[in-house]
């Protein structure tokens, strides 16, 4: 099930970006063996190691890479993780791949690329959104730049983009009949991310400095305010006719705050915002988040309890939209976005067995005795 059922992926398996990678094409169907370079034990509970056969091969010895490029062969997708360079000298860089399977897409993750003065220079998702710009304009005004958690360097500029380009060279391979290497970089993703705030610089809307931007906290109506309860709630009250619903519901002075409303194409009086937020925060404090919820939720006020990871399987319109799914006991993000035609199947913790890797190959087309001599050559975990 899924839009990518029949595509086969090996991914050579690392940290952060690489398995989320895995995770969104094997969500979408795509069969995904992950090589492991050391005996690992099966993280059930982590949803980014999820759907994946596995094996163990010794990448840093001969039989290990033929397993491997034996494999490729077969395969429409391999991609890696590795700092540029490292593939190639380990013996199965894209050269030698594509010569094996010329159809063969092979994505490349990186933080800084596979080029550039700091391509070989050890990095983490903070150091490559600290460049890329987007870290600086997130965080509180006249407090640090706040790292906001490994989402936009790892996940939606890193995983993400690498697995958007993977099924776009795999568009393109089944026209031309070739394939080629997606060099993905967590600094390039995030860039990219970054795209309407470097227009909005050219709106006189600049997020250059920590928590001046209008998206970034600065503005009374798109903000987080703490409950009586000790809890929060976000209002993004940004388009006129929002901002108007907002005043009249919570009951508040149209003459104090009706001039000081915001759109995304610029700012009016921003030199009110902090009086004006301050009053929110008094206001907010006068009841609980539920109360509010009550008030606002549903209404084009454009308003959000803030709930933790706990909550959130639990509120009503996760729950209606199938949100969170049960996986091998434990609760996980559903496959996303959704297809009409080709629904994505309930994702599967990891498994791992010789027979499952032997159907696999049989499934791959590999000849038997390759397939014995890649079976032999993989180590298993408990």
């Given at each position: 099930m899924?839009?990518?059922q ?10 952060g ?7 969104m ?17 099966v993280q059930?509970t982590?949803?980014?190691q999820?759907n ?16 491997l490029?034996a ?8 991609f ?14 894209p050269?030698?791949c ?19 003065p ?8 903070i ?14 005004k ?23 380009g ?14 080629q290497?997606?060099?993905?970089a ?9 795209a309407?705030f470097?227009g909005?610089r ?5 997020c ?28 993004a009250s ?24 915001i759109?995304?194409?610029?700012a ?19 009841k609980t ?6 008030l606002?939720?549903g209404?084009?006020v ?28 434990t ?8 297809f009409?035609?080709t ?8 498994v ?5 890797l ?5 499934a791959?087309?590999v ?16």
């Amino acid at each position: 099930m899924g839009p990518l059922q029949g595509i086969r992926v090996i991914e050579i398996s690392g940290i952060g970006p690489g398995p989320f990678c895995g995770m969104m094409l094997s969500d979408m169907g795509a069969e995904v063996v992950a090589v492991e370079r050391t005996l690992t034990a099966v993280q059930e509970t982590d949803p980014t190691q999820r759907n994946r056969h596995r094996v163990t091969l010794d990448l840093k010895s001969p039989a290990g890479v033929a397993a491997l490029l034996a494999m490729v062969e077969h395969a429409d997708v391999l991609f890696e993780g590795f700092r540029p360079g490292v593939a190639e000298r380990l013996g199965f860089g894209p050269d030698v791949c594509l010569a094996r399977n010329p159809r063969l897409v092979y994505g490349r993750m990186t933080g800084w690329g596979q080029s550039g003065p700091l391509a070989k220079a050890a990095g983490h998702d903070i150091n490559y959104i600290a460049l890329s710009g987007a870290l600086k304009a997130i965080g509180r005004k006249g407090e640090p730049p706040v790292p906001p958690l490994n989402l936009v360097g790892d996940y939606g500029g890193g995983g993400m983009m690498l697995a958007f380009g993977i099924v776009c060279a795999l568009l393109e391979a089944q026209r031309s009949g070739k394939g080629q290497v997606v060099d993905a970089a967590m600094l390039d993703g995030a860039i990219t991310l970054m795209a309407a705030f470097i227009g909005f610089r050219h709106l006189n809307a600049s997020c250059d400095d920590t928590g001046t931007h209008v998206l970034s906290g600065a503005a009374h109506c798109y903000n987080t305010y703490r409950t009586r309860d000790g809890q929060f709630i976000s209002i993004a009250s940004l388009e006129p006719q929002f901002y108007a619903l907002l005043i009249e519901k919570l009951g508040l002075d149209r003459a104090a705050f009706e001039p000081h409303g915001i759109t995304l194409a610029g700012a009016q009086d921003e030199n009110a915002w902090p009086s004006l937020k301050q009053q929110l925060t008094t206001l907010f404090m006068t009841k609980t988040r539920d109360e509010w919820c009550s008030l606002l939720e549903g209404t084009d006020v454009c308003f959000a309890p803030v709930l933790s990871l706990s909550e959130a399987p639990h509120h009503p319109h996760n729950r209606a939209r199938g949100n969170f799914v049960e996986v091998g006991g434990t609760n996980q993000n559903a496959p996303t976005p959704r297809f009409s035609e080709t629904p994505a199947a309930t994702p599967r913790p990891a498994v791992q067995s010789r027979a499952d890797l032997r159907a696999i190959l049989r499934a791959w087309r590999v000849d038997e005795s390759t397939a014995e001599t890649i079976i032999a050559a993989a180590a298993w975990s408990a």
